[in-house]
């Protein structure tokens, strides 16, 4: 049973920084490439970052690039999100998520996810 379970949110306040990271309960998690998304009342849960297998390719969505960035640890089976000049619309649950083979901003190629920790920006 593969179990993600992500840490690090907090409230902070804009401009703030915060890293994020997900700890994987897999054998090898470098089979797997690893995604990040966030979600607010009312929207759909939408593409943050990924992560290829090797760590080699990297995907942000456009409002996240230049403030984002994604990278893993696969001796620590751990995938980490670093997150600068936050900003309010930053506000949101974030999930990690894994699947099998290449990097994915698509929500629905992802079949586990973590429970999600909250991140507050405040103005």
């Known amino acids: 049973q593969v179990q993600l379970e992500e840490s690090g949110g907090g409230l902070v306040q804009a401009g703030d920084s915060l890293r994020l990271s997900c700890a994987a309960s897999?054998?090898?998690?470098?089979?797997?490439?690893m995604g990040w998304f966030r979600q607010t009342p009312g929207k759909e849960r939408e593409f943050v970052a990924a992560i290829s297998r090797s760590g080699g390719s990297t995907d942000y969505a456009d409002s996240v690039k230049g403030r984002f960035t994604i990278s893993r640890d696969n001796a620590k089976n751990t995938v980490y999100l670093q997150m600068n000049s936050l900003k309010p619309e930053d506000t949101a649950v974030y999930y990690c998520?894994?699947?099998?083979?290449?990097?994915?901003?698509?929500?629905?190629?992802?079949?586990?996810w973590g429970q999600g920790t909250q991140v507050t920006v405040s103005s």
């Open positions: 897999v054998r090898t998690i470098s089979l797997f490439s």
């Open positions: 998520a894994l699947k099998f083979l290449s990097i994915s901003s698509l929500r629905g190629e992802y079949p586990y």
